[in-house]
């Protein structure tokens, strides 16, 4: 789902490699966030949507507990906003955060296994980018990686299918195909759409000018045929010149056979 709103690449962390979404250019920067501070993709990443809770390892390391940022601004002991207890039990809403920080936690391990397998294959490869600026400025980002395809489609045959059984290999593609959401987050005053609609435009009226001198050059080469301008007036009076003649014509015949 977020690689139809996002650009995933890859970041390599002392403990393992991650995927992660870019938004923005510069470390205050997210196009995704709107002034009044909502959110503008319809998938937000569940990254956000645990926020203000995660689920942290214990000193044994073998309980998670749930906690909590004392520090965020809806965290408060007037009883504003949705409850976490009731009469020493859990609330729905709770609940709810359990379940959802839950799935977080297990997707987080599996996504780790993941980045594994491809990184033991060597499809990653470290990348940077030079921006290009309107105002003629230029900048580099770079600390990245990216799944290299021409490695991918070197792979054994027998790697290549592993990836196809384990469905790794369409978890590739989302992030491959996802790439192209890059371009509007580091410049975004490029609308490339915009132009593509002046473009349609342009070629509508190119159209509608060509269907206009093709019926010019019609009536043109009409007229030196004929020497007289074909109109619907002039066509309808022909018309009506042949049936007055045919009409004439009968009378003439039926005169002829009385007689």
């Not at 132009?195 to 019609?218: I, L, V, Y």
């Amino acid at each position: 789902m977020a690689s139809r709103y996002y650009g995933i690449v890859f970041i390599r962390t002392t403990d393992n490699i991650l995927p992660v979404v870019v938004l923005g250019y510069g470390s205050s920067s997210n196009i995704y966030l709107n002034k009044d501070d909502s959110w503008s993709a319809p998938y937000v990443p569940a990254y956000l949507r645990r926020y203000p809770f995660i689920l942290s390892k214990t000193i044994d390391k073998n309980i998670m507990s749930l906690c909590v940022d004392i520090e965020y601004a809806g965290c408060n002991r007037q009883g504003k906003g949705e409850r976490l207890f009731t009469k020493g039990k859990n609330t729905k809403y709770m609940n709810d955060i359990l379940q959802l920080v839950k799935e977080f936690q297990s997707q987080f391990y599996m996504t780790e296994k993941f980045t594994a397998r491809l990184d033991s294959l060597g499809l990653f490869t470290p990348m940077s980018a030079e921006l290009k600026f309107s105002n003629g400025k230029t900048a580099n980002i770079d600390g990245f990686m990216l799944v290299n395809l021409d490695t991918l489609k070197n792979l054994p045959e027998n790697k290549l299918k592993q990836l196809i059984v384990s469905d790794d290999l369409a978890l590739i593609y989302m992030h491959l195909n996802s790439l192209v959401n890059i371009r509007n987050v580091l410049n975004p005053g490029d609308r490339s759409t915009s132009s593509k609609k002046k473009s349609k435009k342009k070629k509508t009226d190119s159209s509608q000018t060509g269907k206009m001198a093709a019926s010019k050059a019609a009536k043109k080469s009409t007229m030196k045929k004929t020497g007289k301008k074909v109109t619907k007036k002039s066509a309808k009076k022909a018309t009506g010149k042949k049936a007055v003649k045919k009409k004439t014509k009968k009378a003439a015949k039926k005169k002829k056979k009385k007689n």
